[in-house]
């Protein structure tokens, strides 16, 4: 007896801990781990930083450039010779003599230099800039984007597990009806009222019921193991959907919800990122008209015999204007096809918000469709179940065939998987409305 208590104590314990282990998780848990986990959005925000950096970059060039520089160079050349010597405060009367001037001797020199180059005005650093801002821009409505269609794809995903879950309920359920006709045509058999072939139809019936049921397992499977992959959980975690209701409540359509969709939606703030980048990218072309200034110093040091060191020193210091007059007509094409792209810009916005529009209206009207079905296929299982109750009635008494009651029990597990697959089209178009008006995370997580 002792040894039996102290069995049971820990055949309770162990389940007690493999309960503790399961996870509940709910369908906001779960987008809410996705966009912390998620392997694109992580990527989409490494991808935004990077080009946050552009910004920076872009601004760095209006700060001077400062360099170090140490060279040596050894030369016969006449002109080089004559420099470094001027350059190392060694020349005399005797390097003007003829023949020192065409046939000097090798000549070697250390130079070290300091120089900075400050920009005063160059046209192209503004509109530089502005592109480095709008592709930073764009790269955070990427991300966005990127959380948006996840989280979506949690959502539709969530659904799959839940309709899985429904469908292997189902099957169970079918199961056990199969079994049940096979029961009441053994009975029959066995008792010389009913045919054998009967009770080999609902034998039949039931090994097709149970392969279903088999694949309803493997699909609950997988579809568990998808959620897992795009929260960021292990394949093999052991955890439990809550489940939520197919209810998403939503504003009927009107102009209102028509213009925040047009303002939420990431297509249309990507295109009109796309507008205002070209819209730089054309100044940017006009840019190549216009001169530049810059200014610019050295400080230089020059020595035979070691490095930094000092035999004589120099400094330089001065503005600089430049002004391409003329580059083979590479500015005016660049412009030409600054301007083909600020057109292009503009229609693919045009094309966006009409793309909005249009599955804005859609996923209305799939949602109504999908509530007229869910309304119908209730109804369906209803009568679907009442005919299998009055068949199995007449069939104990007979006064119907195996047939006649296979065929319905057929029909109602048919009806069955098409009522889990209504609800959950329900749901699944409620929330795509919100992913339509670009609201989908703001609405399923509040």
Request: one cysteine or more.
């Amino acid at each position: 007896m002792y040894r039996l208590i102290i069995i049971c104590a820990l055949l309770l314990l162990s389940v007690v801990a493999a309960e503790a282990e399961t996870v509940k998780l709910s369908l906001r848990d779960a987008i809410s781990m996705a966009l912390v986990n998620n392997n694109q959005i992580k990527a989409a925000g490494f991808n935004s930083h990077a080009a946050s950096q552009g910004i920076d970059a872009a601004n760095s060039r209006y700060l001077p450039v400062v360099s170090f520089e140490e060279t040596f160079a050894a030369t016969n050349s006449p002109t080089n010779t004559f420099m470094m010597k001027l350059d190392e405060g060694r020349f005399t009367n005797n390097d003007f003599l003829i023949s020192n001037l065409n046939n000097p001797s090798a000549q070697h020199d250390f130079k070290t230099a300091l120089s900075i180059q400050q920009p005063l005005y160059v046209p192209s650093l503004s509109s530089l800039k502005t592109l480095a801002v709008k592709d930073a821009q764009k790269s955070e409505l990427e991300l966005e984007a990127a959380r948006q269609g996840i989280a979506f794809q949690v959502f539709y995903t969530y659904l799959d597990v839940q309709k899985a879950d429904a469908q292997l309920k189902a099957a169970d359920k079918a199961v056990g009806d199969a079994r049940e006709n096979m029961r009441i045509a053994v009975v029959r058999t066995s008792t010389g009222v009913g045919l054998r072939s009967d009770e080999l139809r609902s034998r039949t019936h039931l090994s097709m019921v149970e392969q279903q049921h088999i694949s309803a397992q493997n699909n609950l499977v997988l579809a568990r193991m998808k959620l897992a992959m795009l929260i960021g959980m292990p394949e093999d975690s052991n955890y439990e959907i809550s489940g939520f209701s197919d209810e998403i409540e939503v504003v009927a359509i009107n102009d209102q919800v028509v213009r925040d969709a047009l303002d939420n939606r990431v297509e249309i703030k990507q295109s009109y990122a796309d507008l205002e980048k070209s819209d730089a990218a054309l100044k940017l072309a006009w840019s190549g008209y216009l001169p530049t200034v810059g200014a610019f110093a050295s400080y230089q040091l020059n020595a035979k015999d070691a490095p930094f060191a000092s035999d004589n020193e120099a400094w330089t210091a001065g503005v600089s204007l430049k002004w391409n007059v003329f580059e083979g007509f590479r500015t005016n094409s660049e412009r030409r096809r600054a301007l083909s792209g600020q057109s292009a810009a503009r229609e693919m916005l045009e094309s966006a918000r009409k793309d909005v529009r249009y599955q804005l209206k859609e996923s209305y009207v799939r949602r109504d469709e999908a509530a007229k079905r869910l309304e119908v296929t209730r109804h369906s299982v209803k009568d679907a179940e009442e005919t299998v109750r009055l068949l199995t009635r007449r069939y104990e008494n007979s006064l119907a065939t195996m047939v006649e009651l296979l065929d319905a029990q057929t029909a109602l597990n048919q009806t069955r998987a098409n009522l889990v697959d209504a609800e959950a089209g329900y749901a699944l178009a409620g929330g795509r409305v919100y992913y339509m008006s670009g609201t989908f995370v703001k609405e399923i997580l509040k």
